[in-house]
């Protein structure tokens, strides 16, 4: 059984910074297979992505991201990263770890992230 745990959310003010990590901890888990991503779920609205980390290490952010958040993956770790800065109220949300691999597909159970302005 496969599991993805997420850790490093919580309060954070507006500009400051925050770190999120996702640690996939079956044995048998091809991690480095996967292609590893952040989703996020602020309140009433719906899940979206907020970024991808390839196998090559390719990565894919949504625009309001871009030049503020950095994924990055330890495949020796089995972990994946998500570096916030300048962060902004509108990132308060729900951030979710998913591991995709053809049909095969994961998620964590969410930490949330609150930005305070």
């Known amino acids: 059984q496969v599991q993805l745990v997420e850790s490093g959310g919580g309060l954070v003010q507006a500009g400051g910074s925050q770190r999120l990590a996702c640690t996939a901890s079956a044995k048998s888990f091809s991690f480095s297979v996967y292609t590893m991503g952040w989703y996020r779920q602020a309140p009433g609205k719906q899940r979206e992505l907020v970024a991808t980390v390839a196998t090559g290490g390719s990565t894919n952010y949504v625009d309001s991201v871009k030049g503020r958040f950095t994924i990055s993956r330890d495949n020796a770790k089995n972990t994946v990263y998500l570096e916030m800065n300048s962060l902004k109220p509108e990132d308060t949300a729900v951030y979710y770890c998913?591991?995709?691999?053809?049909?095969?597909?994961?998620w964590g159970q969410g930490t949330q992230v609150t930005v305070s302005s």
């Open positions: 998913n591991a995709k691999y053809y049909t095969a597909q994961y």
